[in-house]
């Protein structure tokens, strides 16, 4: 049982070029959340989707665009990135539960450094 | 608007010594709240979390959280640690906000386990 994959795991960039990073996750679940992990900051959230073809923006949002033209897939782009997007991505998906709880699932990461 | 205290960035422990990891909250509805665990090198996982019933709620793996809503507090406990247990614990609290759930995470613990 995969859960959620992120592809790729590691990725160096020139300021400005652009990238994608996707995230898959296998387990039907309704929401996708794409987060950036920066120490001593904890998750901040960048995007997130409620369902296929909803996006909406999260606490960090600038820099960045998404997708969500499949359930199962939810895609990152960076247009032009620059070295305060340095740091390492999660995503994770969640299925409210019974109780009305979201619980997430979360990737094994992706490192993105700019130079 | 909710958020999440984490009082200790970092906690080193001997083995076989408890430990406390402190979370305090604010929100000004009913809430869920959850403690993650992430191994080095490793995406996020659910520890445990408290929705509803008992206060008290436990991991399989020793560890267990007591909800107080008085305090607004969360705190993880284990009462004997092991090596394994060497990790980032985050706390994360979900509320309602104009019918959208947001997911608020603290700026983690890293517990270290000295031999």
């Known amino acids: 049982n995969a859960g959620v994959t992120q592809t790729p795991k590691f990725r160096v960039l020139k300021t400005g070029q652009s990238m994608t990073l996707l995230c898959a996750q296998d387990m039907n679940h309704e929401y996708m959340y794409w987060y950036r992990q920066d120490p001593g900051m904890g998750l901040r959230l960048i995007h997130y989707?409620?369902?296929?073809?909803?996006?909406a923006k999260g606490e960090v949002p600038d820099g960045y665009n998404v997708s969500r033209l499949k359930k199962q897939n939810f895609l990152l782009g960076l247009e032009s990135a620059a070295p305060s997007q340095t740091s390492v991505y999660f995503c994770a998906s969640g299925f409210r539960g019974p109780s009305g709880a979201n619980v997430l699932t979360f990737g094994a990461g992706s490192r993105l450094t700019v130079l | 608007a909710q958020s999440v205290t984490q009082l200790d960035s970092q906690v080193p422990v001997f083995e076989e010594a408890p430990v406390e990891l402190r979370c305090n909250y604010s929100?000004?509805?009913?809430?869920?709240l959850f403690w993650y665990v992430q191994y080095p090198n490793q995406g996020l996982q659910l520890l445990l979390k408290?929705?509803?019933?008992?206060?008290l709620v436990k991991s399989i793996n020793g560890f267990e959280a007591e909800f107080n809503k008085s305090q607004t507090s969360f705190h993880l406990r284990k009462p004997s640690v092991h090596i394994s247990d060497t990790a980032e614990y985050f706390c994360a609290v979900s509320d309602w906000d104009f019918g959208n759930e947001k997911l608020t995470f603290g700026t983690g613990t890293r517990l270290t386990i000295i031999p």
């Open positions: 408290y929705l509803s019933g008992s206060t």
């Open positions: 929100s000004s509805v009913s809430v869920y």
């Open positions: 989707s409620v369902g296929e073809g909803t996006t």
